[in-house]
């Protein structure tokens, strides 16, 4: 098991759940410059809105058809709950000081968790998630389970219809406009609420496919699954440069990478070898968040671009 | 005929702090008109109220027979009214073309666009050479006519200006100065407002001298040019 390969693989896989996380604390800190600590929830009531949906399927429906209509299932959940929060919880303080939205967020985290523990049945526990039956699959040297095939697909399907939509489309322009200076993108005509609103959406939903993602790999979901995904997800986007999309995806792609190459290696280097396995990779993930942050406080991919000439 | 853009009694305060005292003027079609004063005189603050950034505590506001107050300022771009802001603030990380689209943000007309942009181009050649790089790699002055351009592709009624000859140099100037004389012979509208007096009021038709909040002076653009008391405050002679 402690190839190269393996390894790279079993970050990948993480990084990309990471990464797809990362794109909403991403996004909605580089329009309103909030940390939305309840981000992680929106993951985790993506997990459980797709696992209902799965279990109000009809016996012997196979999983792979199941799939589309439980991201579907997710997507709605999370994105409603996110738009919900923007709508009550966050834009009430637009314009009060940062801390108050941000002590907001980190209520409404609590909040949501206890909701699900409280009402979706039998939360109080792990709820198990559908898995893939079958052998794992060879792929240039690592065997990948099949069920960690379903994000190593869907990561860059997402990115890459994210980038064609920020980059084509009229409502991306003005995405990137209202990121970049908000009083003049209404001068412009832009509609800033509808796009914050949108760019809550857009990372909600992509949470939510992470979520069956999470499912699918670790076969079981529970209510306090949000924190530290979304504690990592959040560290994603800080390393790979706040505010920037591909930026979010990249730190969670060489987060999840370092976390497996740590849990995999750091056992042989000499005087580490009891810093070495699964139980130190968090301490791992935080110390390569402190090192990028003390050579690149902007992040791998933060850009500074003087506004003035 | 009434006028284009009528202002009426307006006041804006900032918390406690009122800004703008109550101050009428108005612009008819086809006019320059220019707000002139020192800084903190409530110019910007003005220019800020009527697209609808800032709301005003009093007073009235009516563009083309329309009341604005109230209205939001995306939907007011979309009435006619489009604002250069003081100190350019193009869109840095977007291209030169991205820019001129995003001020086409609320209009259909795909063929129409790409002729005003094409128009863009033709008014600043220098914008049209670089479209392809991000806005905030311009110099000052490539800046400032990109956010002219910029507010131009919205098809204005009313043009404002803020403060278009801050930090430029004397030969942009000139340049910018003898844009503001084409749109005008173009037929727009332009409310322009100037630290910068003689240059302003040379080229405006009316002209309105505001000081901590208030017009405490109006006139034709010539008539202030030669006003004694605007030549001591404003034009720096004594």
Same mark, same amino acid.
């Given at each position: 098991?402690?190839?190269?390969?393996?390894?790279?693989?079993?970050?990948?896989?993480?990084?990309?759940?990471?990464?797809?996380?990362?794109?909403?604390?991403?996004?909605?800190?580089?329009?309103?410059?909030?940390?939305?600590?309840?981000?992680?929830?929106?993951? =985790?009531?993506?997990?459980?809105?797709?696992?209902?949906?799965?279990?109000?399927?009809? @016996?012997?429906?196979?999983?792979?058809?199941?799939?589309?209509? =439980?991201?579907?299932?997710?997507?709605?959940?999370?994105?409603?709950?996110?738009?919900?929060?923007?709508?009550?919880?966050?834009?009430?303080?637009?314009?009060?000081?940062?801390?108050?939205?941000?002590?907001?967020? /980190?209520?409404?985290?609590?909040?949501?968790?206890?909701?699900?523990?409280?009402?979706?049945?039998?939360?109080?526990?792990?709820?198990? &998630?559908?898995?893939?039956?079958?052998?794992?699959?060879?792929?240039?040297?690592? @065997?990948?389970?099949?069920?960690?095939? &379903?994000?190593?697909?869907?990561?860059?399907?997402?990115?890459?219809?994210?980038?064609?939509?920020?980059?084509?489309?009229?409502?991306?322009?003005?995405?990137?406009?209202?990121?970049?200076?908000?009083?003049?993108?209404?001068?412009?005509?832009?509609?800033?609420?509808?796009?914050?609103?949108?760019?809550?959406?857009?990372?909600?939903?992509?949470?939510?496919?992470?979520?069956?993602?999470?499912?699918?790999?670790?076969?079981?979901?529970?209510?306090?699954?949000? &924190?530290?995904?979304?504690?990592?997800? &959040?560290?994603?986007?800080?390393?790979?440069?706040?505010?920037?999309?591909?930026?979010?995806?990249?730190?969670?792609?060489?987060?999840?990478?370092?976390?497996?190459?740590?849990?995999?290696?750091? @056992?042989?280097?000499?005087?580490?070898?009891?810093?070495?396995?699964?139980?130190?990779?968090?301490?791992?993930?935080?110390?390569?968040?402190?090192?990028?942050?003390?050579?690149?406080?902007?992040?791998?991919?933060?850009?500074?671009?003087?506004?003035?000439? | 005929?009434?006028?284009?853009?009528?202002?009426?009694?307006?006041?804006?305060?900032?918390?406690?702090?009122?800004?703008?005292?109550?101050?009428?003027?108005?612009?008819?079609?086809?006019?320059?008109?220019?707000?002139?004063?020192?800084?903190?005189?409530?110019?910007?603050?003005?220019?800020?109220?009527?697209?609808?950034?800032?709301?005003?505590?009093?007073?009235?506001?009516?563009?083309?027979?329309?009341?604005?107050?109230?209205?939001?300022?995306?939907?007011?771009?979309?009435?006619?009214?489009?604002?250069?802001?003081?100190?350019?603030?193009?869109?840095?990380?977007?291209?030169?073309?991205?820019?001129?689209?995003?001020?086409?943000?609320?209009?259909?007309?795909?063929?129409?666009?790409?002729?005003?942009?094409?128009?863009?181009?033709?008014?600043?050649?220098?914008?049209?050479?670089?479209?392809?790089?991000?806005?905030?790699?311009?110099?000052?002055?490539?800046?400032?006519?990109?956010?002219?351009?910029?507010?131009?592709?919205?098809?204005?009624?009313?043009?404002?200006?803020?403060?278009?000859? =801050?930090?430029?140099?004397?030969? =942009?100037?000139?340049?910018?100065?003898?844009?503001?004389?084409?749109?005008?012979?173009?037929?727009?509208? /332009?409310?322009?407002?100037?630290?910068?007096?003689?240059?302003?009021?040379?080229?405006?038709?009316?002209?309105?001298?505001?000081?901590?909040?208030?017009?405490?002076?109006?006139?034709?653009?010539?008539?202030?040019?030669?006003?004694?008391?605007?030549?001591?405050?404003?034009?720096?002679?004594?």
């Amino acid at each position: 098991m402690n190839e190269l390969p393996q390894q790279l693989a079993n970050g990948l896989i993480l990084g990309a759940m990471y990464g797809l996380i990362a794109i909403g604390y991403t996004m909605v800190y580089g329009i309103i410059q909030l940390i939305n600590f309840a981000h992680g929830e929106i993951f =985790m009531i993506g997990g459980f809105g797709a696992l209902t949906v799965y279990l109000g399927l009809p @016996s012997g429906f196979s999983l792979l058809a199941a799939i589309p209509l =439980m991201i579907v299932g997710g997507v709605i959940c999370s994105v409603a709950v996110s738009v919900a929060a923007e709508r009550f919880a966050y834009r009430p303080l637009r314009g009060a000081p940062r801390l108050a939205p941000l002590i907001t967020a /980190i209520g409404l985290s609590l909040a949501l968790q206890q909701a699900v523990w409280m009402w979706y049945p039998d939360a109080t526990k792990d709820r198990s &998630f559908p898995q893939f039956k079958g052998e794992a699959i060879d792929l240039f040297g690592a @065997s990948i389970q099949r069920g960690d095939l &379903f994000v190593l697909v869907a990561a860059p399907v997402c990115m890459l219809a994210l980038g064609l939509f920020v980059s084509k489309t009229r409502a991306g322009r003005g995405m990137q406009a209202t990121s970049q200076d908000p009083d003049t993108a209404k001068l412009m005509g832009i509609n800033t609420d509808r796009i914050i609103v949108m760019a809550f959406a857009i990372g909600a939903a992509f949470a939510a496919v992470a979520a069956v993602a999470y499912g699918l790999k670790n076969g079981q979901i529970g209510f306090r699954m949000g &924190f530290i995904m979304g504690l990592k997800a &959040f560290t994603a986007a800080v390393l790979g440069g706040i505010g920037n999309i591909y930026g979010a995806m990249l730190g969670g792609v060489v987060l999840g990478v370092a976390e497996a190459l740590a849990t995999g290696y750091m @056992s042989d280097v000499p005087g580490m070898e009891l810093f070495g396995g699964g139980a130190w990779k968090d301490v791992w993930a935080f110390a390569l968040l402190i090192l990028v942050l003390l050579i690149r406080p902007q992040g791998l991919l933060g850009e500074r671009v003087a506004d003035r000439a | 005929m009434t006028a284009l853009l009528e202002v009426e009694d307006l006041r804006v305060a900032y918390g406690k702090i009122e800004a703008v005292k109550g101050i009428s003027f108005s612009v008819e079609a086809g006019q320059i008109v220019t707000l002139i004063g020192t800084n903190g005189a409530g110019k910007t603050t003005t220019l800020r109220t009527l697209s609808g950034l800032l709301k005003p505590v009093g007073g009235r506001i009516l563009f083309d027979g329309q009341p604005l107050t109230g209205v939001p300022a995306h939907k007011i771009v979309s009435l006619g009214l489009a604002h250069s802001p003081e100190g350019r603030h193009i869109f840095p990380r977007l291209t030169i073309t991205e820019n001129l689209l995003l001020g086409a943000y609320l209009r259909n007309d795909k063929a129409g666009i790409e002729k005003d942009v094409q128009r863009a181009y033709d008014l600043f050649p220098i914008l049209g050479e670089r479209r392809k790089q991000a806005a905030g790699t311009l110099s000052g002055g490539e800046q400032q006519m990109l956010a002219m351009g910029r507010a131009l592709m919205s098809q204005p009624k009313l043009l404002m200006l803020d403060e278009p000859s =801050m930090g430029l140099s004397p030969i =942009m100037m000139q340049k910018i100065m003898e844009t503001i004389v084409e749109l005008k012979a173009a037929g727009t509208t /332009i409310l322009l407002v100037e630290q910068n007096a003689q240059a302003a009021l040379s080229l405006a038709d009316q002209g309105h001298v505001m000081e901590v909040g208030k017009v405490v002076l109006s006139g034709t653009g010539a008539d202030l040019l030669h006003d004694e008391s605007v030549r001591k405050a404003y034009l720096g002679e004594d």
